[in-house]
């Protein structure tokens, strides 16, 4: 049985959840900097590291079921789904999520049921058109999760995250390392910009039962 929580301590982790659901409660997406402890983000940038460097990552597909094919010129990143056990790190991460997952619950009364998330790994010049993350035959992907690994990043390396509000100005998201980006995964059109580096996140979605 899970009971430990390392999320930030309380109160400073109960006060930065509140935040984020405001947010998304009131603007449909939110940003948050600092969000991981920085030994976490770490920990987690080796892994995926490691993780494509061993071949273990596979270029990801768009579409599902029978219309699931491999576009690059859609999608250019690779992925690695997490599962529970992978490693400390990744166990470690998945609680925080769950932490999420519960204050979202309460707090908006979302029925989320379940977390998924994958690492995903943009090497220089990989990108990912504009898209929404809900299915058009599945309406179970609720809340979307980005989670950047990526420290030390330079604004002019590129590798934004762009979000296109509905009736708004389009926002662009730097991949800092340790920064959350939450949006409703049915309203918010995005998009991964090009960069010049390697490009290192976690994306994962809350999930109500379909």
Do not use: K
């Not at 430990?4 to 405001?22: C, H, K, M, N, Y």
């Not at 979307?144 to 690994?149: A, D, M, P, Q, T």
């Amino acid at each position: 049985m899970l009971t430990e929580s390392f999320a930030v301590p309380a109160p400073a982790g109960d006060a930065l959840r509140q935040l984020t659901i405001d947010c998304l409660s009131e603007h449909g997406w939110s940003q948050q900097n600092f969000f991981l402890p920085h030994d976490l983000t770490l920990a987690l940038a080796a892994e995926c590291r490691a993780l494509n460097g061993g071949g273990a990552m596979a270029l990801a597909a768009v579409g599902r079921g029978a219309a699931q094919a491999l576009r690059p010129e859609i999608r250019s990143d690779r992925i690695l789904w997490l599962n529970a056990g992978q490693s400390a790190a990744c166990d470690r991460y998945l609680l925080i999520m769950n932490d999420l997952r519960l204050a979202l619950n309460r707090a908006l009364f979302l029925g989320l049921d379940e977390y998924e998330s994958h690492f995903a790994f943009y090497a220089p010049g990989a990108s990912y058109l504009r898209h929404l993350d809900r299915f058009r035959d599945d309406d179970s992907r609720t809340v979307s999760v980005v989670i950047y690994l990526n420290p030390d990043w330079l604004t002019e390396q590129g590798g934004a995250l762009r979000l296109h509000p509905d009736g708004a100005a389009a926002s662009d998201i730097a991949p800092e390392g340790s920064r959350l980006v939450l949006f409703l995964s049915a309203d918010m059109a995005h998009e991964v910009l090009p960069a010049t580096r390697d490009r290192l996140s976690l994306a994962g979605w809350f999930r109500r039962r379909a």
